[in-house]
């Protein structure tokens, strides 16, 4: 069980520094051509945010808004190395969670 949890993780994590660097790379001119968020918005936006950007990663396995998160921390410029060791946490505890509930489940059966 732990061999499929720690590649299930892997590629889940490597799919996310995809999206992370989606924002990390991109240029504000195509953000606020294609979203329509100004540069401005996206400072006062920041502001709002009192979470630092490793609390964000690790909550960036829920699905649809981590891909928000991780774009967003992308863009804000997080460091890699951080996002990418909070990513793999919160991944993996999710994989882990999926793989005793399965276990459960298949007991009772």
């Known amino acids: 069980m ?9 590629g ?6 995809t999206v992370f660097f989606l924002g990390y790379f991109t240029r504000w ?9 100004e540069t401005e918005k996206f400072r006062q936006f920041k502001l ?3 979470y630092p950007d490793e609390i964000q990663a690790l909550f960036c396995w829920i ?3 981590g891909s928000l ?4 921390l992308g863009i804000k410029k997080a ?4 996002t990418g060791f909070f990513m793999f946490l919160g991944r993996l505890g999710r994989y882990i969670i999926w793989a005793m509930l399965t276990l459960k489940i298949i ?3």
């Open 2 to 10: 732990v061999p499929l949890i720690l590649i299930a993780t892997l």
């Open 79 to 82: 460091s890699i190395y951080k």
């Open 29 to 37: 001119d195509l953000i606020n051509k294609y979203l329509g968020i």
């Open 69 to 72: 998160l991780l774009i967003s």
């Open 107 to 109: 007991n009772i059966v």
């Open 48 to 50: 709002k945010i009192k």
């Open 12 to 17: 889940n994590w490597l799919g996310g520094y």
């Open 63 to 65: 699905p649809f808004v």
